[in-house]
């Protein structure tokens, strides 16, 4: 594969995971997500960046079907998930069947008020998942994977809020992690975070990416700069603009995008 | 800020204070009036009762003469009764609650049932008494039993269970929940593997304090007709002999213990009177208890949940 290849949207080489097509979104009578139209590349790390309210969380909530939650919610147009083809926002999707192949990450560390060890595997009990050497190794794999083995493995069996706000993310990170998702969404895993757990956080995904496909919504530029292959700049529920990260920070097509990336949004 | 202007402030601000003082001497004095008024009756009881308080007090049947009458059957009488009202009211209570909470549309009909849950809470306890005493007693044929009493008072606490495990349900951020459903776990699975067990200790803390509210209930146990007088015990539960486990004494009569003490101290001689004191100790050592483990299993069980 050729830089060139690399930094350009037309790469042939490029396997889509997701695409979004003609994506409307209301709640109630709020028309919030407004023909979002674009694709999700297999194992890269896409970025959702804009300002506060234009629709960033509505867009990832909805890989996750977590709007069927609430009433007066609305979904029209698609998003397709490859290989098998399947539009998980369509109403005999069951939004249950959806979670369990796309996890979430939250915004503020969200730990279930059990032991380390039950958090991340509460997704395999959920699957049905029963023999205790299975779950073992499933959870000691998922903790590995989010870098937190090494600080928990003496005391698993202690409650989560025990740990660290940054530790607290990574638990929430292997909760994710154990059921082996094809996408992991994210929703400002940082935010609530200090700069040295967000550096681990931003290391985390760096390492994931290549293992799965991510999703992530950033306030912070230089985050999606430093940890997305690809952009989309979102604003008042439209995406304005989506291109391979170096071209929305270096160079983009639209002038909004331009203005918001160096600072002279408003 | 010259010294005239600084003086002024602090004149303007000691007057505001005076507010202060007034307010707490009269609030302190309200808190004395209730407190005090409490704590006369509860020492003028107890220097009725105590001194009958003894072993042979509470293994005793009630009898006619005042020194060897007993609070066996009430006491007895009291737990079992106390035993159908939480296998009553819990089960349904809860269930209620989840439903409302977790389950139900939000349309008018649920909001029709929610304000009749809130108004059935302040409803007098002896209307209860006459609904049980045509729906338990007559209708389903339980007669004067425990088992009758026992639903009677479940449906008394029922709101209040009901209204705890709501709030306790409603208590659990919806972060929580979110949390839940994004690994793949059903409405179902949220609720048992989650939102019950966090809103634990707020149902236990309502079903109890309803519960120690029941066994003071008087107006409705009378009206589906407990007895006054009872000299023998319901059938034990446990048996020595197969299958061991016997249902028998939930049809059984009974007496509770706020009627036995209704019993003595309607009867003219003083002597009773006494055994109505040390009754109503009893009673409200019982209730004080129930109080007690309320906050202290509130307490355990909110210790590994913080948010
Ligand atoms: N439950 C809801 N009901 C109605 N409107 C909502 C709801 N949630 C969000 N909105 C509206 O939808 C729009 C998009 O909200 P969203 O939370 O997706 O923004 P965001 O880009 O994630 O913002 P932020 O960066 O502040 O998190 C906002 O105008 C918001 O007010
Ligand atoms: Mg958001």
């Known amino acids: 594969m050729s830089k060139v290849a690399e930094g350009s949207l037309a790469a042939s080489s490029m396997v889509v995971k997701a695409e979004t097509k003609n994506l409307n979104f ?54 397709k998930l490859y290989p098998d083809n399947t539009n998980l926002l369509h109403a005999h999707v069951d939004p249950i069947e959806v979670r369990m192949r796309i996890s979430m990450v939250f915004q503020k560390p969200n730990p279930f008020p059990k032991s380390i060890y039950e958090n991340v595997a509460y997704g395999l009990r959920v699957r049905g998942e029963r023999k205790a050497s299975i779950v073992d190794e499933k959870v000691e794999q998922a903790l590995r994977g989010a870098a937190l083995w090494d600080e928990v493995k003496h005391r698993l069996k202690d409650l989560a809020f025990n740990l660290s706000g940054g530790q607290q993310q990574r638990l929430c990170i292997a909760r994710a992690l154990a059921t082996e998702p094809e996408i992991l969404l994210f929703d400002e895993p940082t935010s609530a975070l200090d700069p040295i757990a967000t550096a681990s956080i931003e290391e985390l995904i760096a390492d994931l990416k290549g293992k799965l496909t991510i999703l992530i919504v950033t306030h912070n530029m230089q985050q999606a700069a430093r940890v997305s292959d690809y952009t989309a700049y979102m604003y008042l529920g439209e995406v304005i603009e989506f291109d391979v990260t170096d071209t929305i920070f270096i160079k983009p097509k639209n002038k909004a995008t331009e203005d918001y990336i160096t600072g002279r949004f408003g | ?119 059935l809470a302040g409803v007098p306890s002896i209307v209860y008494g006459l ?111 197969f299958p061991f486990l016997s249902f028998e004494w939930l049809m059984a009569p009974f007496t509770v213990m706020p009627i036995q003490m209704f019993n003595w101290t309607s009867r003219p001689e003083a002597a009773f009177h006494q055994n109505a004191a040390a009754a109503g100790l009893v009673l409200l050592l019982m209730t004080l208890s129930m109080n007690a483990l309320a906050i202290y299993i509130r307490y355990q069980l909110r210790k590994r949940i913080k948010w």
């Not at chain 2, 008072?153 to 994004?182: D, H, K, M, N, Q």
Request: hydrophobic share 50%.
């Open chain 2, 131 to 241: 609904l049980a005493l045509g729906l338990f007693v007559y209708a389903f044929g339980f007669g004067q039993s425990i088992l009758s009493a026992g639903l009677t008072l479940g449906l008394l606490i029922l709101p209040v269970v009901i209204v705890a495990t709501r709030e306790a349900i409603r208590s659990i951020p919806s972060a929580i929940r979110e949390a839940a459903y994004a690994v793949g776990a059903t409405k179902w699975g949220t609720t048992w593997d989650h939102v019950l067990p966090y809103s634990l200790p707020g149902i236990m803390t309502g079903v109890i304090i309803g519960m120690a509210r029941a066994i003071g209930e008087t107006a409705p146990i009378i009206t589906i007709g407990a007895l006054s007088f009872i000299a023998f015990l319901p059938p034990a539960p446990i048996q020595g002999e």
């Open chain 2, 1 to 119: 800020m010259d010294q005239a202007a600084l003086g002024e402030i602090r004149d303007l601000i000691n007057r505001h204070k005076r507010w202060d003082l007034i307010f707490a001497a009269v609030g302190l004095l309200c808190l004395g009036i209730a407190a005090l008024t409490f704590t006369a009756l509860v020492i003028d009881m107890a220097l009725d009762g105590a001194p009958r308080l003894s072993a042979d007090f509470f293994t005793n049947f009630p009898s006619r003469r005042p020194a060897q009458a007993g609070i066996l059957s009430a006491w007895v009488g009291s737990t079992l009764v106390m035993l159908v009202t939480a296998a009553a009211a819990i089960p349904v209570g809860v269930s209620a609650a989840v439903y409302l909470e977790e389950y139900a549309p939000k349309n008018l009909l649920t909001a029709i049932i929610e304000i009749n849950i809130t108004n």
């Open chain 1, 26 to 79: 209301h709640y109630g009578s709020f028309h919030a997500l407004k023909s979002i139209n674009m694709p999700l590349y297999e194992k890269k790390v896409t970025a959702l960046i804009g300002p506060s309210g234009c629709g960033k969380s509505t867009y990832l909530r909805c890989f996750n079907r977590m709007h069927d939650l609430y009433p007066g919610n609305r979904y029209d147009g698609e998003i």
